[in-house]
């Protein structure tokens, strides 16, 4: 069975702090996807970024940046110099292998405070 | 603007009561899915459809129930079966396409936040 493990309850910064969201995940599938979305308090998710299984580069957009390291099964989400509109509850999530849709398994989320 | 809405943004439900939370998207996807979300948790699957008149169960599915008659609408009902519905239910689409090992994102709606009178 899929499992997406977000050990980070809740974490709080100060405007500028660099922060890293940890997520560790498992599945016995040799093909998958990685997704993190973000919650904002409004409530929907927003679609961050989704990375398949074979391209373990780093990607960078802009503040965000995100560390895919197979040998570990992470796939770590960092905001440099975070701001305050970066409060939100974010969620890193796992698809399995079905052709052309993505079932997600969702980790429980990290709630990222930033305070001015 | 392309996008999913789903209404109500709140809903309120007696003993007993099925209620229905509507989802509805603009965007041509085949796939839609509908979650659920208790505090503290991450999203579980209750249903998910990948085509018109066809869906599979998620994880979670007992006490609710669903159809997809149109494409663009995936309406889930919540029935007196379910006792503890309390929860924030989010619907969301996704695109396919032809090739295995492609999965497209889910796009979300801004979700129905459900309560128990």
């Known amino acids: 069975a899929q499992k997406v493990t977000q050990a980070q309850t809740e974490i709080s910064v100060v405007e500028k702090e660099d922060v890293t969201l940890d997520c560790v995940y498992e599945?016995?599938?040799?093909?998958?996807?990685l997704f993190w979305y973000k919650q904002p308090p409004s409530g929907e998710l927003v679609f961050l970024i989704r990375?398949?299984?074979?391209?373990?580069q780093n990607e960078i957009s802009g503040r965000y940046s995100w560390n895919f390291q197979k040998s570990t099964s992470s796939f770590n989400f960092t905001i440099t110099a975070s701001q305050v509109v970066d409060s939100a509850v974010y969620f890193c999530?796992?698809?399995?292998?079905?052709?052309?849709?993505?079932?997600?398994?969702f980790g429980k989320g990290t709630m990222l405070l930033v305070s001015p | 603007d392309g996008g999913i809405t789903q209404s109500p943004k709140y809903l309120f439900r007696k003993e007993g009561q099925n209620v229905t939370l509507s989802c509805e998207q603009n965007?041509?996807?085949?796939?839609m899915y509908w979650y659920r979300q208790d505090p503290g948790q991450g999203l579980r699957l209750i249903y998910y459809?990948?085509?018109?008149?066809?869906?599979q169960k998620g994880d979670i599915a007992e006490g609710y129930s669903v159809s997809r008659e149109k494409k663009e609408s995936f309406p889930l009902t919540v029935t007196s079966a379910q006792k503890n519905p309390t929860a924030f239910y989010l619907c969301?689409?996704?695109?396919?396409?032809?090739?295995?090992?492609?999965?497209?994102?889910?796009?979300f709606g801004d979700g129905t936040r459900l309560s128990i009178l």
């Open positions: 965007l041509n996807h085949d796939a």
């Open positions: 999530a796992l698809s399995d292998e079905t052709s052309g849709y993505s079932t997600l398994t």
């Open positions: 990375r398949n299984s074979f391209d373990e």
């Open positions: 459809s990948q085509i018109v008149n066809d869906f």
């Open positions: 969301a689409s996704s695109g396919t396409t032809p090739f295995a090992f492609s999965n497209q994102p889910q796009h």
């Open positions: 599945t016995r599938d040799t093909t998958y996807y």
